[in-house]
Structures are given as structure tokens and as C-alpha cells.
T-cell receptor, first 114, second 110 residues
Framework: NAGVTQTPKFQVLKTGQSMTLQCAQD?????MYWYRQDPGMGLRLIYYSASEGTTDKGEVPNGYNVSRLNKREFSLRLESAAPSQTSVYFC?????????????FGSGTQLSVL | QKEVEQNSGPLSVPEGAIASLNCTYS??????FFWYRQYSGKSPELIMF????GDKEDGRFTAQLNKASQYVSLLIRDSQPSDSATYLC??????????FGTGTRLTIIP
């Protein structure tokens, strides 16, 4: 049972390049989340999807787009990367708020934008 | 804006002592509270959750919740060097997502 799988683990981009971070969970969870973590800033929510077919902005959505492809997969896209997007990105999932709110995290993607 | 506040530390505790980590939150109506542990370079992992006022114990860990004071704490008894990590407090403000504090870095001194 893999849990939450994120790819890639590391990525270096040049300013203006685009990329997609992939996330998949095999726990049949309804809700999925993308967080970024910067030193001294804690985990900040970028986007989330409370259920298949819905997505909503979090605290820091600018410069990102998401797609909830199906119940298992939730991708995060950077259309034109900027140095300010250098961060560690975590995907997470939970069964659903009001049900079982334990959040399970992927192993993270370390992204550097030069 | 819903906020979760933690002292960033670092907090240094001798091995075998009790480590006490604190967290305050901004919304008195919040229902669910969580403590995550994050080792350097790793992803957060859930170690405790609490929904009701009072104490909840799990092994060497105790979570304490006081909704009137908007305060949640984590006690680690008999601290071990393996407890050295950053501890993240998270709160569900009732809006389908968890809000995290900035974390407290804990170092256990052998």
C-alpha cells in the first residue's frame, strides 16, 4: 500500500519554464491538497479538492493551477515558474473533513527555480 | 483570517525530561486539532489528534485541549533523542482544510 505518491522528488527549472507535479493516492480518500513549505513559514495551502470534480483556492494560489483528474490523482501545474516558487511541495489526502480528518502526506518535491 | 500560532523555538530539552509544546488558534468554534512531527528533509506525519476538551494520551504523548482559552499543547514524556524534530500544530477551522502553524523545532539533548 503506497499511500500518497508524488513525482518528481527533485526538480530544477529556469524562470519562465512550466512543469506539472503529479500526485496519486491509493487510500480511496475524497479530499486532496497541495501545500508548499518554506523556511519559517510553515505549511501553506495552495489548492485543495474536497471531492472529485471540485477544486478551490487555498492561501497562496497565485501562479499555480490544479487538476483533479479522478478520485486518485491531483496535479499541480506551474505555467511560468518564478524564483519565488522555489520551495518544497507536499501533496496530501484525507478521507474527508467531518469524517476522518487525518491528513496523509506524500514524500515531497523539492523545486528550485533559477 | 484563521491563524495558528506556535513558538518557533528551538526548544532544547534534556533526554528523559518532559517536552512541552504549545499552540494557540484564532477561532473559538474550531473542532479538530492535530499534532504532526516532521523530521528534517521528510514529510509531516500525524502523531496525535484531539477533538474534546481535556487530555488525550497515547504512549509517551499527551495532547491537551482548552477550547475556552483556544489553546492546545503536546507533552512528550521521557524525551528521547529520536523525538528531535519539528512539531506542527494544525487546526480544522470548519472549512474543509487544515491550517498549520509554523512549527516548533525540538532538540533533545543526550
Amino acid at each position: 500500500n503506497a499511500g500518497v505518491t508524488q513525482t518528481p522528488k527533485f526538480q530544477v527549472l529556469k524562470t519562465g519554464q512550466s512543469m506539472t507535479l503529479q500526485c496519486a493516492q491509493d487510500m480511496n480518500h475524497n479530499s486532496m491538497y497541495w501545500y508548499r513549505q518554506d523556511p519559517g513559514m510553515g505549511l501553506r495551502l495552495i489548492y485543495y479538492s474536497a471531492s472529485e470534480g471540485t477544486t478551490d483556492k487555498g492561501e497562496v494560489p497565485n501562479g499555480y493551477n490544479v487538476s483533479r483528474l479522478n478520485k486518485r490523482e491531483f496535479s499541480l501545474r506551474l505555467e511560468s515558474a518564478a524564483p519565488s516558487q522555489t520551495s518544497v511541495y507536499f501533496c496530501a489526502s484525507m478521507i474527508g473533513t467531518g469524517l476522518d480528518e487525518k491528513l496523509f502526506f506524500g514524500s515531497g518535491t523539492q523545486l528550485s527555480v533559477l | 483570517q484563521k491563524e495558528v500560532e506556535q513558538n518557533s523555538g528551538p526548544l532544547s530539552v534534556p533526554e528523559g525530561a518532559i517536552a512541552s509544546l504549545n499552540c494557540t488558534y484564532s477561532d473559538r468554534g474550531s473542532q479538530s486539532f492535530f499534532w504532526y512531527r516532521q523530521y528534517s528533509g521528510k514529510s509531516p506525519e500525524l502523531i496525535m489528534f484531539i477533538y474534546s476538551n481535556g487530555d488525550k494520551e497515547d504512549g509517551r504523548f499527551t495532547a491537551q485541549l482548552n477550547k475556552a482559552s483556544q489553546y492546545v499543547s503536546l507533552l512528550i514524556r521521557d524525551s528521547q533523542p529520536s523525538d528531535s524534530a519539528t512539531y506542527l500544530c494544525a487546526v480544522n477551522f470548519g472549512n474543509e482544510k487544515l491550517t498549520f502553524g509554523t512549527g516548533t523545532r525540538l532538540t533533545i539533548i543526550p
